[in-house]
């Protein structure tokens, strides 16, 4: 069946430290996938895409690539900033259904 | 300016009491998605339609209903079945087809007393 992991937060980073979230999946097809962001008290915005292998997202300094070899899509980040703290999701959409899959979120604190 | 408006940001109800949580969009888009979130946890699709008159369970429907009569419309109503309604609910939508993204509004905080 479908599925999505997350890497388990919580992550707690310095200010201009490296940041990997990771994010596997289980899928009979391709699925298009996503990263989405939450703020505290706040609604999901979308932070990145990529809708087929060898795709990068990119937004803000975040990246992520859809590795269909390894069903992965890991969010990177070179230098995270205090501002960036909040909670990760990934979500990829399954070519079955109209349904998206949100894996369990990482929350993540920026300390300066 | 197109978005997606939830109302109200906090609701306060008594256990027993039926309550409704309005979600409108004016973005144009054809599926619509309510989705409840726990603390320290991910979301749950509660409801979701794809077009109006339309509507499919998801993964947690017991305990809420749901109504699409219009297009920007797609308001929840949590009933007293509901064990546990305190939570955050969260609604979106999406343009069907494609890869398209869900766009979320601010959501509502329901806390049952």
Redesign the interface.
């Given at each position: 069946g479908n599925s999505v992991t997350q890497m388990e937060g919580p992550v707690t980073l310095s200010e201009e430290a490296f940041l990997t979230i990771n994010c596997t999946y289980t899928a009979t097809g391709y699925p298009s996938l996503f990263w989405y962001v939450q703020y505290p008290g706040e609604g999901l915005q979308l932070l990145l895409k990529a809708t087929k292998a060898d795709d990068k997202g990119s937004n803000k300094g975040f990246e992520a690539t859809y590795r269909k070899e390894t069903t992965s899509f890991h969010l990177e980040k070179g230098s995270v900033q205090v501002s960036d703290s909040a909670v990760y999701f990934c979500a990829p959409r399954f070519n079955t259904g109209n349904q998206f899959y949100f894996g369990t979120g990482t929350s993540l604190t920026v300390i300066p | 300016d197109g978005g997606?408006t939830?109302s109200p940001k906090y609701l306060f109800r008594k256990e027993g009491q039926n309550v409704t949580l309005s979600c409108e969009q004016n973005l144009n888009h054809d599926?619509m998605?309510w989705?409840r979130q726990d603390p320290?946890?991910?979301?749950r699709?509660i409801y979701?339609s794809?077009i109006v008159n339309d509507f499919q369970k998801?993964d947690i429907a017991e305990g809420y209903s749901v109504s699409r009569e219009k297009k920007e419309s797609f308001p929840l109503t949590v009933t007293s079945a509901q064990k546990n309604p305190t939570a955050f609910y969260?609604c979106?939508s999406r343009l069907?087809g494609g890869?398209n993204?869900?766009?979320?509004?601010?959501?509502t905080?329901l806390t049952v007393l």
């Open positions: - | 997606i939830q599926a998605y989705y320290g946890q991910g979301l699709l979701y794809q998801g969260l979106a069907a890869p993204e869900q766009f979320f509004g601010p959501g905080r």
